[in-house]
């Protein structure tokens, strides 16, 4: 089946400052890449997907890449603020139908004020 | 709000007694799922449906059952709890189709003793 590997486990940034977020995947027929977000206590929300037949997209200070050669995807996001700490969770769908999703471990992401 | 959810929100238990957590969903969409999340593991897929009486097991699925009577309905059943199953659980749903994307359940935070 998929396995997903997601690094860093924690990431602490100053405010306004860059913050990215890499997973691997392992099964190349995975087609469909979505990264959640899941504040303290509650459920994790997608924030952003991108789909193999695109290598970037963008959502005003997030943005996703994805290259399917070396099977990487990244989370990008710019201008970090208090709010977006959180835990990050990247996922992919393997080949497989039923949507299932695989997620990768989870990033602790820490803004600083 | 999201259309789905689960109950109950917190529960104790003592090891060996059976348990029945229950995800309910107003969106009417055909995919459902139930993941467990434990730091260091992300959210890992216990078993999934993928239409009325339309089952299937996911990786973690040894102690679990699930059963789907309806579409909005979606059962799963510690057979005999153990402490490794103390875990926070959550159910997703999804629409299927071109639409991957997951909508979450508010989870439940299951302890056994």
């Known amino acids: ?113 | 709000d999201a259309g789905i959810t689960q109950s109950p929100r917190h529960k104790v238990t003592e090891t060996g007694t059976p348990v029945t957590l229950r995800c309910h969903q107003t969106e009417n969409h055909r995919y459902m799922y139930w993941y467990r999340q434990d730091p260091g593991h992300g959210l890992r897929l216990i078993h999934y449906s993928y239409g009325v009486k339309d089952t299937d097991k996911g990786e973690v699925s040894d102690g679990y059952s699930v059963s789907r009577s309806k579409t909005e309905d979606f059962l799963l059943t510690l057979e005999s709890a153990t402490s490794s199953q103390t875990s926070v659980y959550f159910c997703a749903i999804s629409e299927g189709g071109q639409n991957y994307g997951y909508t979450f359940g508010s989870g439940t935070r299951l302890t056994v003793v």
Do not use: M
């Open chain 1, 1 to 113: 089946g998929e396995n997903v590997e997601q690094h860093p486990s924690t990431l602490s940034v100053q405010e306004g400052d860059s913050a990215v977020i890499k997973c691997t995947y392992s099964d190349s027929a995975s087609n469909y890449f979505p990264w959640y977000k899941q504040e303290l206590g509650k459920r994790p929300q997608l924030i952003i997907d991108i789909r193999s037949n695109v290598g970037e997209k963008k959502d005003q200070r997030i943005a996703v890449t994805l290259n399917k050669t070396a099977k990487h995807f990244s989370l990008h996001i710019t201008e970090t603020q208090p709010e977006d700490s959180a835990v990050y969770f990247c996922a992919a769908t393997g080949g497989t139908s039923y949507g299932k999703l695989t997620f990768g471990q989870g990033t602790i992401l820490t803004v600083h004020p």
